[in-house]
């Protein structure tokens, strides 16, 4: 690592630090994490070069030259243990620990539900009908809220929460006239799945080289070429996340992450070319990747054999004349991803 002693400005709105003859300054706004976890070898390699007993790890994005996309970085302070305290403090009041925002924010019954358990307990009880009516998704938006630190054990919101809430105000302007916030309605939930609304992490190594960023599911073709893929294996990261290990020809190394542990499931059977074709199809729809073109792509197969494929799944009737699973598609992925319990509204919001 190229460790440079310094001095450090933490202003309310920026990081400045001195390279060459100025500053380079970066903003909090495009910091994706705050004091993210080292390995101890990490840990022990930066207090052996800095002589320093204290580090904090600071993960940021930062737009390219040319497109919309970004790349991440990373960075490390190293210092005394009060110089560090104070620096994840200042940071942890001014934006909050924001964990896994490559995930460009939450899901809508999410956010609905971390919006309700700001509010009264006669609220909550009042109005959760209209986060989901169905126990086992609002289970499992709890869990993910917890997991992403937005609420404790005892659904109390964190910092991190209101952090949350404040910024998508910008986008749902609060109603205070109404018992809930504008973003929610009275109206019936929707129950199609928006395939723009569901993106993987990615990231792809070679030696010491490597690239990372976020990927739309029906993008992933640019991304990843399925006859190039030599192993495709699921890794378990910890207790509730996984990620799908890919290594391909020439031998750089692909993960996805995923917030949903179903689409890495799913992805490893679409990127398989051993898989049954009507797997691979099965698989894309399933995760709401459903024009011809991503699909022709992403298994790499001619568009004769998609729609060959595509009429016996509706004879079959795994699908219907929309291409949406039936019950009986359903069933069909439950068994190929060996999931136990997945219902038509699970599937509809995955």
């Given amino acids: 690592m190229a460790w440079k002693n310094a001095v450090v400005a933490f202003t309310d709105n920026d990081i400045w630090f001195p390279s060459g003859a100025g500053w380079n300054m970066i903003p909090y706004k495009s910091i994706e994490t705050v004091d993210r976890e080292l390995s101890p070898s990490v840990r022990n390699n930066v207090r052996a070069d800095t002589g320093y007993s204290a580090e904090i790890a600071i993960d940021y994005k930062k737009n390219l030259i040319f497109g919309s996309s970004h790349i991440n970085y990373s960075m490390i302070f190293a210092g005394n243990p009060e110089d560090i305290e104070y620096i994840r403090t200042h940071l942890l009041e001014r934006i909050g620990f924001r964990a896994n925002t490559d995930f460009d924010g939450l899901k809508e019954e999410e956010t609905r539900l971390l919006s309700l358990l700001t509010r009264e307990t006669k609220d909550i009880n009042r109005y959760i009908s209209l986060v989901s009516t169905d126990g086992e998704v609002l289970e499992r938006a709890f869990d993910t809220l917890k997991i992403r630190k937005l609420v404790d054990e005892n659904a109390q919101i964190t910092q991190q929460g209101h952090y949350y809430l404040e910024n998508i105000k910008e986008e749902n302007p609060f109603d205070n006239a109404l018992p809930l916030p504008s973003l929610f309605s009275s109206s019936e939930i929707p129950n199609t799945f928006t395939p723009k609304s569901n993106i ?23 991304f990843v070429l399925s006859p190039e893929i030599r192993n495709i294996s699921i890794n378990k990261i910890d207790i509730f996340d996984m990620e799908l290990h890919l290594q391909n020809l020439s ?24 898989e049954n074709l009507h797997t691979r199809v099965l698989n894309c729809l399933f995760v709401g990747i459903k024009e011809e073109k991503d699909i022709v792509n992403l298994l790499y197969i001619e568009p004769h054999e998609l729609e060959m494929s595509m009429k016996q799944m509706l004879e079959s009737k795994v699908i219907n004349a929309e291409n949406i699973l039936t019950e009986k598609g359903i069933e069909t992925i439950k068994h190929i991803l060996k999931i136990k319990n997945l219902s038509r509204q699970e599937q509809n919001v995955l």
């Fill in 251 to 274: 031998g750089a190394t692909i993960l996805i992450e995923s917030e949903d542990n179903r689409v890495l499931l799913a992805l490893s059977k679409i990127l398989n070319m051993k």
């Fill in 200 to 222: 993987v992490r990615y990231t792809k190594k070679y030696e010491y080289s490597s690239v990372s960023g976020t990927v739309f599911l029906e993008d992933l073709w640019y």
